[in-house]
């Protein structure tokens, strides 16, 4: 039986503290070019000094960011604005919609509409830890991480789940998903990241779930490039920070380290770009010649140097629970997820 070790450092794909650093620039650009050797060309720093930047939209020519406390938008400038405040906590999944955001908001457990002029409504509320949002038709397709509170006991009941327009929830699968982060949707086919137990997850309409691929570390974000998977790795960032990495993985479960170092968070496509977040170093930046490309890998770096201090940490609360669904049994896993008290950060 898979047993999960639960720590309130780990925050799904999202850190819930504040983060100090000499150079957000600088820190950006070493997640790719302390490990490998890639040109100084390839890689541009969009925005730093960002609290805690997870998930990127693209709406048009600009970006759409969540975060710990608002929802923001990067102009091709860099020029940084709030859309709407968000509720403090971890930051979700964000989508564009026609000029608008669908946003899964992890505080509230809520799948919020936000207008380009910032007026809120909530769509569906009692979704439990909504983290990962993608559409599909007229609907959303949510990742509900399943952590209740500390007290509740049972932690692990995971969900995919379909919310329409008018806040109808239906549940796709509720079985075999480990801790899911993402969700990449390709037709009737669902693509789920597995964070507590690194595996890569396809799910049918119907709720079938199998395992692509495993070994992926902590895999937190998740963009289809046209042939293969791109996948962050978390690494233990929380406690062994600067160790992330960006797969690349084909459909068959084969897997190559495209870059390595640092914290790479949330990743996004935008034509032949790959848009990365960085939850520490609060930087969003964009790396060229890495989307469609062929599924080749790039040496891991033995040293890797990160400058981060830490602030504002909230009480590390140690719990140990059942993980329901798990179609892989008599094995242990350490991952840490936060509860609900430990989301009072101080920024």
Known sequence: MFKIHFSSSMAASIALFSIGLSSGQANAANL?????????????????????PYEIAVDGS???ITTFDALVKIDPLGQVTTVAPLTPGSPGGVVAVDGNYIVAEYATGS????SQDGNISTIAANLGFPVGVAQQGDSFIVVDIGIPEAENGQIGDARLLRVSLDGTVSVIASEDLGAPIAVAVEGDQFWLTDYGFGRLLSVSETGEVTTVASNL?????IELDGQDFIITDFADGFNTSGNGRILRVSRSGEIKTLFSGENPSAITIRGTELLVSDVFAGTISSISGVVNQPLTSV????NVLALLVFSGCSIFVWLKRKVKGSTEPNMEKTTEIP????WAVDL
């Open 32 to 52: 790719y070019n302390i490990s490998n050797p890639i040109l100084p060309s390839q890689i541009t720093t969009i925005a730093d000094n960002l609290a805690v």
């Open 62 to 64: 600009d970006l759409v």
């Open 111 to 114: 799948l919020l509409h936000i």
């Open 217 to 221: 570390g902590q895999a937190l974000d």
């Open 299 to 302: 040496p891991e770096s033995s």
């Open 339 to 342: 509860t609900k008290s430990d």
